[in-house]
């Protein structure tokens, strides 16, 4: 059983920054960052193989987020940059047994999830 914690979330003025953390208690093969936004579905943000440190972007967060890992510590995080209005969403951390790669965005590729962090930017 693994256990995912966020940390980070808040509220934000459009085109600041927000860092989410992600404390994990298992090892993974992959990591992710998701995000829902009310009425609408749980979508990929960002991604992260574990053992190389390879990342995948959601088109409309490349260049504005960053995904990275601390190994040592267990800790995934998600710098935001210039966030948007429509970055508000609540933020969740996914874990995976297995090497996502094309597929990153299938929810059902996640065995485990943490309880999310609010994001909200105007």
């Known amino acids: 059983h693994v256990q995912l914690v966020e940390s980070g979330g808040g509220s934000v003025q459009a085109g600041g920054s927000l860092r989410l953390s992600c404390a994990a208690s298992?090892?993974?093969?992959?990591m992710a960052w998701f995000r829902q936004a009310p009425g609408k579905e749980r979508e990929g943000v960002a991604s992260i193989l574990t053992s190389g440190g390879v990342t995948f972007y959601d088109p409309s967060v490349k260049g504005r987020f960053t995904i990275s890992q601390d190994n040592v510590k267990n800790i995934l995080y998600l710098q935001m940059n210039s966030l948007k209005p429509e970055d508000t969403a609540m933020y969740y951390c996914?874990?995976?047994?297995?090497?996502?790669?094309?597929?990153?965005?299938?929810?059902?590729?996640?065995?485990?999830w943490g309880q999310g962090t609010q994001v909200t930017v105007s």
């Open positions: 996914a874990h995976a047994p297995v090497y996502c790669r094309t597929d990153w965005r299938d929810i059902g590729q996640y065995d485990f």
């Open positions: 298992g090892h993974s093969l992959t």
